[in-house]
């Protein structure tokens, strides 16, 4: 008898754990999306190596934030457009990979670069300097990215510099941007348009960032439909400088739980 109650209890318990393996796995998969910063294009507001969940419910749900086939709809539902400011996660328009950047244009806004400062609907978005952003000149992350540098060259282990700005969006929040050089591809661009049903996204990192301002064409993601929102990057929780994550001396303990602005 007692042999059978051991045997039900182990039972329970397994049931116990497999059904709560479930409801988080539910849960994260409706609502949460984990999601490893790969590249610098968000630099400094994210490094290669945070570690964040995305909020799916922020906008809504889309076909590219439900799983499978449980929202078997078309467009969004439920939802709201994100806001100028707001960093998110999207596919890309053309080859399907997920893609972390600011929005920048909401539909009817009108968006350029000129002379490496941006203007939203005609306004500008004022720029005040801060300290440079310094890092090292090192393999950075699994894939082992370098980071470019406005004081290059630089040797390996050395100061690696990039000016660093706070950008006022109009009618929008403040974050910090970065300048590698003047005068790339990307500080001087056409007047867009962002149609109906789309936002211009770009990168912090201007000068090191695939986004809005370049057509899809040459690996730009143009302009992004609302329906390839995944959700919204509200903070990091976790954050690691080495090639694993095992390796816990990396680790970036003053990123851990930070909010991202």
């Known amino acids: 008898m007692a042999a059978e109650a051991k045997k039900d209890g182990i039972w329970e318990t397994v049931k116990t754990v497999v059904y709560a393996l479930l409801i988080a796995g539910v849960f994260r998969t409706l609502f949460f999306q984990p999601f490893w910063i790969p590249s610098g294009s968000m630099k400094d507001t994210l490094l290669i190596g945070d570690f964040l969940f995305v909020n799916k ?8 934030s439900c799983p499978f ?22 596919r890309h328009p053309v080859n399907g990979s997920d893609f972390i950047k600011r929005v920048i ?4 806004d009108t968006v350029q670069m000129r002379n490496g400062v941006l203007y939203v609907n005609d306004e500008v978005a004022r720029l005040e300097p801060e300290d440079p952003f310094s890092e090292l ?22 100061e690696c510099l990039k ?3 706070t950008e006022a969006l109009p009618s929008g929040p403040t974050h910090s941007v970065l300048n590698i050089e003047d005068g ?13 049903g789309h ?3 770009m990168g912090d990192n201007r000068d090191n960032s695939l986004d809005s301002r370049f057509p899809q064409s040459v690996g730009g993601v143009g302009m992004v439909p609302m329906e390839n ?5 509200d903070r990091v929780m976790f954050s690691s400088a080495g090639r694993r994550m095992v390796y816990f001396w990396t680790w970036r303990s003053d990123r851990f739980f930070r909010a991202i602005e």
Do not use: K, W
Request: aromatic share 12%; hydrophobic share 30%; net charge negative.
């Open 137 to 158: 000149f090192e393999q950075q992350g699994p894939i082992g990215h370098v980071p470019r540098c406005s004081n290059a060259p630089v040797g390996q282990g050395g």
């Open 105 to 108: 244009g909401l539909p009817g």
């Open 184 to 196: 790339t591809r990307g500080d001087d661009t056409p007047l867009f348009t962002v149609p109906e």
């Open 229 to 233: 929102l995944i959700g919204r990057a």
């Open 57 to 64: 419910m922020a906008y809504g749900y889309s076909q590219h």
């Open 69 to 90: 086939s449980m929202c078997p709809f078309e467009g969004r539902i439920f939802g709201s457009e994100p806001e100028r400011g707001d960093v998110v996660v999207f």
């Open 163 to 165: 000016e660093r700005f």
């Open 199 to 201: 936002f211009f996204a």
